[in-house]
């Protein structure tokens, strides 16, 4: 079964940029989706279609994707970006989900 | 604005069914295209896709529960539902519902709209 890997956590300092990767076998010929799950909420949808943010999402959150690997990129992180981040890709009729990323703002 | 909302039994005993109600709020299930689905998360652990059913009754689930997983939908009351047959302890999870937005042709699938959840737990 397909599988995607994210680094278990990920430390950025308040105002940096923090970049959450995304691997999985020819990812690039997939779209990928991410999700920001706060604690005992549901995942919220960030970035779909590789690029592209919902309505609502602040312009800081900005994703690419090519090769083997996925990138969720925040710019200016703030406090409130601490939290759980997902990948998720679509292979054999399957949602697949990446194993998940804490982000801690130092 | 979409809402959804999960309703069950928070305790279901081994080897006994879980079944778990969507009821959808500020759209209709049958307008669109989209494919309305379960994901559930293990405490302290990943998500893990269930599966989704349009509203035409179409449904895929994940291989890897395929043969304990049946979907529903029922139109007339803006819901669908989630049966999952004997249950064990490695099925204790927050089971959440949500609007998968799914281009067949392109492979695009993302999930754009969840309900809170909802803890389900498996008890001996």
């Known amino acids: 079964s397909y599988e995607l890997t994210q680094p278990p956590s990920v430390s950025v300092s308040p105002g940096q940029t923090a970049s959450i990767t995304c691997s999985g076998d020819n990812l690039g010929e997939k779209y990928v989706s991410w999700y920001q799950q706060k604690p005992g909420q549901a995942p919220q949808l960030v970035i779909y279609?590789?690029?592209k943010r919902p309505s609502g999402i602040p312009e800081r959150f900005s994703g690419s994707n090519s090769g083997n690997t996925a990138t969720l990129t925040i710019s200016g992180t703030q406090a409130m970006d601490e939290t759980d981040y997902f990948c998720q890709a679509w292979d054999s009729n399957t949602a697949v989900f990446g194993t998940g990323t804490k982000v801690t703002v130092l | 604005q979409v809402q959804l909302q999960e309703s069950g039994p928070g305790l279901v005993k081994s080897s006994q069914t879980l079944s778990l109600t969507c009821t959808v709020s500020?759209?209709?299930?049958?307008?669109?295209?989209?494919?309305w689905s379960w994901i559930r998360q293990s405490p302290g652990k990943g998500l893990e896709w269930i599966g989704y059913i349009h509203y035409t009754g179409s449904t895929y689930y994940n291989p890897s529960r395929e043969s304990r997983v049946t979907m529903s939908v029922d139109t007339s009351k803006n819901q669908f539902s989630l049966k999952l047959s004997s249950v064990t302890a490695a099925d204790t999870a927050v089971y959440f519902c949500a609007r998968g937005d799914y281009n067949i042709v392109t492979g695009y699938y993302a999930l754009d709209y969840w309900g809170q959840g909802t803890l389900v737990t498996v008890s001996s």
């Open positions: 500020g759209g209709s299930i049958s307008s669109g295209d989209y494919y």
């Open positions: 279609q590789d690029t």
